[in-house]
């Protein structure tokens, strides 16, 4: 049996990992730090930018905009149209809010992690429970689909010594590895890496990055990817990080996702062969946003090729409550799975914590 996971925010929201509405209040949060402690870091500038960018937007229109002003995928998106065109303006471009974006992840992620917490064996039983119904060692029948920029699920992968690749043939890619400021073309020299293997390993999880990753840098205009701990980069004291000639690599959840990087291509690729294999799919914190409508087409184009799909979980809160969600459950069409579409009204903490829930994975 093929099981396939595709995760939102609210899997992570456990870490205190922001969700996509309210994320620039804590974006301003780590600025205001970074003010306190006189930091004079090269990523100051995209924070202040995009924060600029972001207040910019509530005083430009005399009408409200169709876009959720406070929401960051929404204003990610909006800056991510305008930079087709032009830079809003000198040295400030999607890139920098991408830097910004992915800096506030890093700082969240440090905290959820420091020594004492107990966020890593919580996040490691959570990932544990997702593999509960395949056998240790062989991973190969479940695949994990995520539209989170963090890396909490690598993370799980190294505390649980679970191996997974990112469907990508690490032989075949220009690819570099990271720890902290040191750099190397062998993953095995650090650790933020033990776990990750090529896509030929078919006995690995499987984990797709539809948005891409905070842990996928790369210099601009360059078709290489480094692979590594953004936490041990972007907060390193050695800063060497260049914001200005790199960028870390994720995606507005905008369409278009076939002209954008080969790599987010090879995602949505592999992640729709995963959807069209897949016995079951448990969809865990995740609302198919309006601005990401090419997500909801993903899994409805898998689906009409799927003879074999048996049931459908649906993990939010606001499952019972959410137009969006009970819309879902109309276009998936609940007859195309054997054992129907399950609508649950809890947070993923209770999902993956409660016993009750253990006998549906």
């Known amino acids: 049996m093929k099981t396939v996971y595709i995760l939102g925010a609210g899997f992570s929201k456990d870490a205190g990992l922001p969700l996509a509405d309210g994320f620039f209040s804590v974006m301003k949060d780590v600025w205001l730090n970074l003010e306190l402690e006189h930091q004079t870091a090269p990523i100051k500038v995209p924070l202040e930018e995009t924060l600029r960018f972001h207040s910019e937007l509530n005083t430009q229109f005399s009408i409200p905009l169709p876009i959720r002003s406070d929401n960051i995928e929404d204003v990610f998106s909006l800056l991510a149209a305008e930079s087709i065109g032009k830079n809003h303006r000198a040295g400030f471009d999607r890139f920098s809010m991408q830097n910004a974006i992915a800096y506030t992840l890093a700082i969240k992620t440090r905290d959820a992690y420091e020594a ?10 959570w990932l544990r429970v997702m593999l509960g119904h395949t056998d240790a060692n062989d991973y190969g029948n479940t695949s994990i689909i995520t539209f989170n920029y963090d890396d909490i699920i690598e993370r799980s992968c190294n505390l649980l010594k679970v191996n997974y690749n990112i469907g990508l043939d690490l032989d075949n890619v220009n690819c570099k590895y990271y720890q902290g400021t040191d750099w190397s073309r062998k993953k095995e020299n650090f650790e933020a890496n033990a776990r990750l293997v090529s896509n030929i390993d078919t006995n690995s999880l499987s984990l797709y990055k539809l948005h891409g990753s905070v842990r996928w840098l790369r210099q601009k205009d360059s078709a290489g990817l480094m ?9 390193s004291e050695e800063l ?25 291509r090879f995602q949505w690729a592999n992640a729709y062969k995963a ?58 069409c609940e007859t195309h799975f054997s054992n129907g579409i399950h609508m649950l009204g809890i947070k993923a903490s209770e999902f993956f914590e409660d016993s009750q829930y253990r006998d549906i994975l």
């Open 240 to 264: 060497t990080f260049d914001p200005v000639n790199h960028e870390i690599f994720i995606e507005p959840p905008t369409f278009g996702k076939s002209l954008i990087d080969p790599i987010i």
């Open 275 to 332: 959807l069209m294999n897949a016995h079951n799919i448990i969809i865990v914190g995740y609302s198919f946003p309006k601005t990401d409508q090419h997500a909801l087409y993903l899994l409805i184009a898998a689906l009409r090729n799927n003879a074999v799909a048996s049931e459908c979980i649906i993990v939010n809160p606001d499952a019972e409550t959410s137009d969006e969600l009970t819309n879902i459950r109309t276009v998936l």
């Open 116 to 125: 004492g917490s107990k966020i890593p064996q919580k996040y490691a039983e």
């Open 227 to 235: 692979i590594g701990d953004p936490v041990s980069l972007l907060t």
